[in-house]
């Protein structure tokens, strides 16, 4: 899977880098940034979860 963030739609509301840290962090300018593109397993599923509990449909997964 891959996993990216679409900049023009993402808030920084900073919900998917408080629930899962060790895939996305907050960038220099304030929005999501992917930590771990192509994250296996657990992280895969967390992943996963946070793109459907992000608000603004910013984070996209291919598997
Ligand atoms: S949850 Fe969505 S809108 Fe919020 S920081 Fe993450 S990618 Fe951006």
């Keep these: 899977m891959k996993v990216t963030i679409d900049a023009t739609l993402c808030t920084g ?3 998917c880098f408080s629930d899962v840290p060790e895939v996305f962090a907050m960038g220099d300018d304030g929005l999501a940034k ?3 593109e192509s994250p296996a397993g657990d992280l895969a599923a967390k992943a996963k979860d946070a793109a459907t509990g992000c608000p603004a449909e910013a984070i996209i ?3």
């Design 34 to 36: 992917v930590l771990v």
């Design 61 to 63: 997964i291919k598997d």
């Design 13 to 15: 509301c900073s919900l």
